[in-house]
């Protein structure tokens, strides 16, 4: 019998910690946002939306910067979907991920499971963590919501079958998604749909990737309907390459895979389906054709293994490796524990991650997708002859999950499920409900009952602006708690302002960041400097500190956040400040700020690199190296960040030849290898 059931999850976890005050004014950005297209390869049609719907900040949102690497027990809330055969577990609290798929009849796991719950700084707002399946909406990177709250509701399908349903409201692209999750008496896969709903008018971009973790191992192989995929590896252009075998040219590669390749006589050919063979981080999009039904599968050596499929619309499938250098297993240790490791197989509405999709005002897309084992001939899979593998998932597949039915399960869950509403089961924020009372008809909440979404300290004053009173005023430095951005919310401000209502330092600060977001400069240094004519206050020093930057005044920049880490010392603004006083080579200074700043401030492992970076300037080596080598941990370091290493080169070119030109730093990076506990490269 198919049950839902609310429990707990236990997992030793790092705290989240507070979110940061300052709003992103600073292009945040995923790691791949900026990649080349070799032209020779990819053709205009397929490159067509490439590149096309980025934004330059992730606001309204905050960044979720604030998190540690100390671990407790922490039991989150849990939904678990179980029949005869599967047991589904997600978690609400974790943007309603997958965290568990577990095959009760053959007694193995299908996804894999940190054993941790360890934010790092992968996503849009920084906080991410890895393991089970994360659902990605809105923006290229991971979804605003992977360490937040999903709205949750428990409904029902005609013949009794328990539907767990997970929604938001996603605030930069204005779209509500909603996940239905179910698994039917007798079934071996886990259902799920997801529909996507355009919230105004308005024309805006859609993004989707379901992002699944399952472990890496020598014997997995991934198998995919395609011929040809997408490659990416940091550092290199997007290129099309054949698949399963990739040939690469050493003069075209960098890190660990340039020195293999020039090894091996100047090239390497990679089977790329084979994962552990693969030296450095990289992406492959697989060009799977029209007249094939997608699916991404990881069997292992008795073909045995997870396997995804869905409808037509969901046609894009991936693969991400962490790749076997120094870097991409110091990652994988970083966000789980030592010896884990796991490859991502995805799936996406576009055929790669560098795309948004058009999506017109009012349009809704939706498409069913399921999750299960498949059993195929294990000497087809790990053969040489990829088709012949190909083959053998795709018949095992269509054996136990047939493309027909999921078509049309998909028809009757849109009859039964879109317009109904069930049990609250679990609270996701509520900005949604701001949106409604702000925009009214114009706002469509997709037939989803807002009742799930709260309005708590980040949501009420939005409310209130939007019923036409003001914003109350909070003493100078009091930490801000969120935003909203866009022309409505300027234009009410403008008018609270104006009527009196909201014309204090705060009202003044929030429209200066509504006006910077838009990229309107101007009136937002206006804003700011009002604003400080009310209350100086650190949160308009620190903006205005920004725009000046911005605008090539990074000496003025230094000064203003030099103030705001005065008057409010606490993480966010030191680093901001560091960092601009860094940049203007005013190394005393940054020693002065560093020795003012709380001592629970400064010895967190980001201030400590500004200190070693001082230390080095200034001629300091013994003492850059002694702290460089103590239990220094970058804990919010980036995906593609290589800070600690280029501290490291620098410091040994330094001591080495005396110098930190170029040319020496070179020869440090070509003879020289960093400690592991530095290393975070990606190539």
Known sequence: MSTLTITTYTMPSASLGRENPLPDLKSVADAHAKIEIDETTVNPDEARYMGWGRVNTILPYTIQDGYDRTYRDHAFKAFVLENEYLKATFLPELGGRLWS???????????????VFQPCNLALRNAGISGGVEWNVGIIGHTPFTVDHMACQQLALSDGTPVLRMFQYERVRHLFYKLEAFLPDGARELYIRVRIDNATDEDTAVYWWSNMAVNEGEDVRVVVPADKAFRYGYGGKLAKVPVPYMTAEADKLRGEAARLARENGGRLDWDITRTTTLPQSMDFFF????????????????????????????????????GMGTGGRHWQEFLAREGCAYIELQAG?????????????????????????????PDAVQGEDYSAAVASVANALETVRPARVLEELHSQLKRELDGQNGEVLHSGMGFARAEKALLGDQFRTAGLSLDAMDLGPREEPWMTLAAGGGLSCPEPDEEPLSYQTGPAWEAALKDSIQKGDSNHWYGHYQLGVMYAAAGK??????????????????????????????????VTAADLLWEAAERKPIRPLA???????????????????????PEEVRSQ??????????????????????????????????????LLTDLWFELMARRERGSAKEADLNWARENLKPPKHLDFRMV
């Open 349 to 377: 509405l576009a055929k790669t991650q560098l795309e948004h999709l058009p999506m017109k005002g009012g349009e809704s897309i939706s498409w069913l997708e399921s999750y299960g084992a498949v059993q195929a001939d």
């Open 101 to 115: 798929l577990f095959d009760k009849e053959a007694g193995r796991e299908l996804l894999h499971v940190n054993p």
């Open 521 to 554: 400069d101007r009136e937002a240094k206006e804003e700011f400097n009002r604003s400080l004519e009310c209350a100086r206050n650190p949160w308009a020093l620190r903006c205005l500190a920004v725009l000046e930057d911005r605008a090539g005044n990074a």
């Open 287 to 322: 060009d799977v054709p029209k007249e094939a039904r997608p699916f991404i599968a990881a069997p292992g050596k008795d073909g045995y293994g997870m396997c995804q499929t869905s409808t037509g619309e969901l046609r894009g499938r991936k693969l991400f490796v962490w």
């Open 575 to 597: 680093v901001e400040a560091l960092e601009m006083l860094s940049k203007t080579e005013q190394y005393q200074r940054m020693y002065d700020l560093m020795n003012k700043l």
């Open 605 to 642: 492992g980001r201030i400590k690199t500004f200190e070693i970076l001082a230390l080095l300037r200034t001629n300091r080596y013994e003492e850059a190296q002694t702290l460089l080598m103590s239990d220094i941990v970058l804990t919010d370091v980036r995906e593609g960040d290589v």
